[in-house]
């Protein structure tokens, strides 16, 4: 008799819309790309704003969870999951961590030692003890060593790790993923996490240009 396979979930916890300044990716757009991908579920995490998030989740409701991505004080961003209105950005990072906990959230630390967005483990220890997940797995970080060092500082402190896509263009999504069992709500999230692993591979780095584009062209009178 054939053992049987338990069912896993291919999720990617970081990617944004056109409610973010650098994104030009309709919500709409957004989840077709990710059903496409083959993605169970995915986080929409636009930059200081969640109303891509709502639009996205009002087309498919099982697939979306709703996030953002806020700019502490340090100049540094944090991730909460599952929330279910926005957090103003500019507090410190424990202060939004306590916001998204308030909100029954996750706080999930993304890109920690990137060149251009991360910090050092000296501002983490300070703040290890409010992070319920860490970004082991950015597919826009070119170098592996960066990715590597985030995924060694969460397993250091138990913490669950996680990966994304951190995609502002549609071919981006799916490119970091973590594989993990079913789950539903916060706490089952991190649980899958801690029983997953991460995979991907990272994009290109023309797509940074892509980003660029985006934000001029936001800014570009119609």
Do not use: K
Not at 110 to 134: I, K, N
Not at 141 to 151: F, G, K, L, S, V
């Amino acid at each position: 008799m054939s053992g049987s396979t338990a069912p896993t979930w291919a999720v990617d916890l970081h990617m944004h819309t056109s409610a973010s300044v650098d994104c030009r990716s309709a919500p709409s757009r957004v989840v077709a790309r990710a059903r496409a991908a083959g993605l169970d579920r995915i986080a929409i995490t636009d930059h200081d704003e969640i109303d891509g998030a709502f639009a996205a989740r009002d087309l498919d409701p099982e697939r979306v969870i709703v996030g953002e991505e806020v700019r502490t004080a340090e100049g540094l961003d944090l991730i909460g999951l599952y929330l279910r209105q926005r957090i103003e950005p500019g507090a410190p990072f424990r202060e939004v961590a306590d916001a998204i906990h308030r909100q029954g959230g996750v706080v999930y630390l993304p890109h920690p030692f990137d060149a251009r967005r991360g910090t050092d483990e000296a501002f983490l220890e300070d703040v290890a003890d409010c992070v319920d997940a860490v970004e082991a797995f950015n597919a826009r970080i070119h170098d592996p060593a960066a990715n590597e060092r985030a995924a060694l500082w969460g397993r250091n402190r138990g913490l669950p790790l996680g990966a994304g896509s951190d995609a502002h263009l549609l071919s981006e999504i799916g490119r970091g993923r973590a594989r993990v069992p079913p789950f539903e709500g916060p706490a089952e999230l991190l649980e899958a996490l801690a029983a997953g692993r991460v995979e991907g591979t990272a994009s290109g780095r023309w797509v940074h240009l892509g980003s660029t584009w985006a934000r001029l062209r936001g800014r570009l009178p119609i």
